[in-house]
């Protein structure tokens, strides 16, 4: 059985940072390009980070890039977001995924299509 969980989220200040975490079970992360997603209350999924298979290649949405880093530890079978420069506007709960059709991640944008292995989230916070 595949279960992916979400940890690390928290109250933070605004400007200030956070790494939530991914940790996998019943799955190699390293099999797969896994992503990051977001969801506000009453705002659309928004896929905000993706890392390859390989960890060579990495996508970052606009509304993120040059803040937020994404990266993998194959051993602990975790992937990491860290957050930093956190604006409140950044406030959801961030989810991670598997994505089973693909080892790399598109250029354009995180895909949800074919992600799964949803975990339940973890809630960031960010006070202005």
């Known amino acids: 059985q595949v279960q992916f969980v979400e940890s690390g989220g928290g109250l933070v200040q605004s400007g200030g940072s956070l790494t939530v975490s991914c940790a996998a079970s019943?799955?190699?992360?390293?099999?797969?390009?896994i992503g990051w997603f977001r969801q506000a209350p009453g705002k659309e999924r928004e896929g905000v980070a993706c890392?390859?298979?390989?960890?060579?290649?990495?996508y970052y949405a606009d509304s993120v890039k040059g803040r937020f880093t994404v990266s993998k530890d194959n051993a602990k079978n975790t992937v990491y977001l860290q957050m930093n420069s956190l604006k409140p506007e950044d406030t959801a709960v961030y989810f991670c995924?598997?994505?089973?059709?693909?080892?790399?991640?598109?250029?354009?944008?995180?895909?949800?299509?074919?992600?799964?292995?949803w975990g339940k989230g973890t809630l960031v916070t960010v006070s202005s």
């Open positions: 890392i390859s298979a390989s960890d060579r290649t990495t």
């Open positions: 019943g799955l190699t992360m390293g099999d797969y390009a």
């Open positions: 995924a598997a994505d089973i059709m693909r080892r790399r991640c598109l250029s354009d944008r995180v895909d949800h299509t074919n992600m799964r292995y």
